[in-house]
């Protein structure tokens, strides 16, 4: 079955800290994607990446960068120099992949709630 | 592009009562529309998935008799519930999926905030 295990319910930074999200995930399917989402306090979603089981390169976009590893199932989120806009719930999900394109459901993780103190 | 809109984005109804909530794709066809609940401080769980011209297709546990949802066009998704009780306060989100695309990646809505007193 498809899981995504976001061990860190809360994280509290100061300001310019550099901060990791953890982000582990159990699935069967050798083909699947992988997503990171932003929820800030208006509750909308703000999609940041998704990856494809079969890139495991590492995404740099200004201070956000992903380290997918799936040794390890994993795709941990790290935000360098912390700003107070980072204060946010952050979500990984998974979907498995469809080959009907009908399916893709995202599974989601339990959430990290980040708070970056100035 | 690849924008969804929810409507209302806030609703209050009193116990008993059934409340629609909308959900539309405004710059593209949705073949397959999600619909998400999320209680306080916890993670966006789906309910179901609305495939246009179809039966929606409702995860374990919820109740698609008081959740009926109706995907009568491309573009337009709803979820209503009905004889709404307390319990089912919650921030309801739906999203969209573009049709074709290997992606999988969804287009979410802001969110409709249900409180029932």
């Known amino acids: 079955a498809q899981k995504v295990t976001q061990a860190q319910t809360e994280i509290s930074v100061v300001e310019k800290e550099d901060v990791t999200l953890d982000c582990v995930y159990e699935t069967r399917d050798t083909t699947y994607y992988l997503f990171w989402y932003k929820q800030p306090p208006s509750g909308e979603l703000v999609f940041l990446i998704r990856r494809n089981s079969f890139d495991e390169q590492n995404e740099i976009s200004g201070r956000y960068s992903w380290n997918f590893q799936k040794s390890t199932s994993s795709f941990n989120f790290t935000i360098t120099a912390s700003q107070v806009v980072d204060s946010a719930v952050y979500f990984c999900a998974l979907s498995e992949a469809d080959l009907y394109n009908q399916g893709g459901k995202l599974i989601f993780g339990q959430g990290t709630e980040l708070s970056v103190k100035p | 592009g690849a924008v969804v809109s929810q409507h209302p984005s806030w609703v209050i109804c009193k116990s008993g009562t059934s409340v629609k909530i909308e959900c539309r794709s405004l710059?593209?066809?949705?073949?397959?529309m999600f619909w998400y609940r999320q209680f306080p401080k916890q993670s966006l769980m789906l309910m179901a998935t609305s495939n246009e011209g179809s039966k929606a297709t409702y995860e374990q546990g919820v109740e698609k008799d008081k959740f009926l949802i109706n995907h009568a066009s491309l573009t337009l998704s709803t979820l209503t519930v009905t004889s709404a009780h307390p319990e089912d306060s919650s921030f309801y989100i739906c999203?969209?999926?573009?049709?074709?695309?290997?992606?999988?990646?969804?287009?979410f809505g802001p969110g409709t905030r249900l409180t029932v007193t």
């Open positions: 999203s969209a999926r573009i049709p074709g695309t290997e992606t999988y990646e969804q287009y």
């Open positions: 710059d593209f066809q949705a073949t397959t």
